[in-house]
Every structure is written in C-alpha cells, then in structure tokens.
C-alpha cells in the first residue's frame, strides 16, 4: 500500500482551477485528476419547510445563488463550473418541484454573457 507525506498542493497559493498539479494514475491506467479542473458549488437551502406555500421562496433563493455564482464565475474568467442544488427529499415526491429548479438554473446559466 502506498502511503503519502504531503499534500499535492502543499501551498494555497499553488491552487488554482482548470489543471490538476499532480495526476494520479493507477496500476490498472485509469488517471484521477488528469483532465480539467472546475470550481464546484453545492447549493443548500438554510434550514426551512419546503411546502406548496413556501416553493416561490426557494425558487427565489436558488435564483439568486446561482445568478451571483454565474456572475462571479464570468468575473474570474472560469472556462467552467460544477454546480450542485442540495436535493430536497420533497422533490423525490414532487418531481414538478426538480423540474422548476433545474429550469431556473438552466434559464439563469442561459443569459449568462461569457466574454
């Protein structure tokens, strides 16, 4: 077993998005790490019911994250960006609710000027 004494990035100053330092490549060929490297934000609703009434509210707030997300990705030039919503456990019984925000997230990602 192969066992590791420092980090890849031992530096924070060496961290940087869009190309792995150090890819590992296993016995077996398969690489980790050897293509692009995109920043990732997970989306996570603050403690709240998510409900028939209270749905335009989180509707609201996962607009405004990913609009400011997707303004600040445009900001720092990234070629890209992982984006995750935190599911719902409701939206496993209420699919309706998963299509309304994945349509907010690809209507936001849409206008999305890119220079």
């Known amino acids: 077993m192969v066992t590791f004494s420092e980090l890849a990035v031992s530096d924070l100053a060496d961290f940087y998005f869009g190309v792995c ?65 935190e599911l719902l456990p409701d939206l496993t019984l209420q699919p309706e609710w998963g299509a309304e925000v994945t349509a907010i997230l690809r209507e936001v990602l849409d206008g999305v000027e890119v220079a």
Request: proline share 6%; with cysteine; glycine share 8%.
């Open 21 to 85: 330092p150090k890819p590992l490549t296993l016995d077996n060929g398969l690489k980790i790490g050897g293509g692009l490297v995109y920043p990732e934000l997970n989306f996570t609703l603050p403690d709240m019911h998510i409900n028939r009434e209270t749905m335009s509210e989180v509707c609201k707030r996962y607009r405004q994250m990913i609009t400011e997300a997707a303004q600040r990705a445009v900001e720092l030039q990234q070629d890209g960006l992982v984006v995750e919503f």
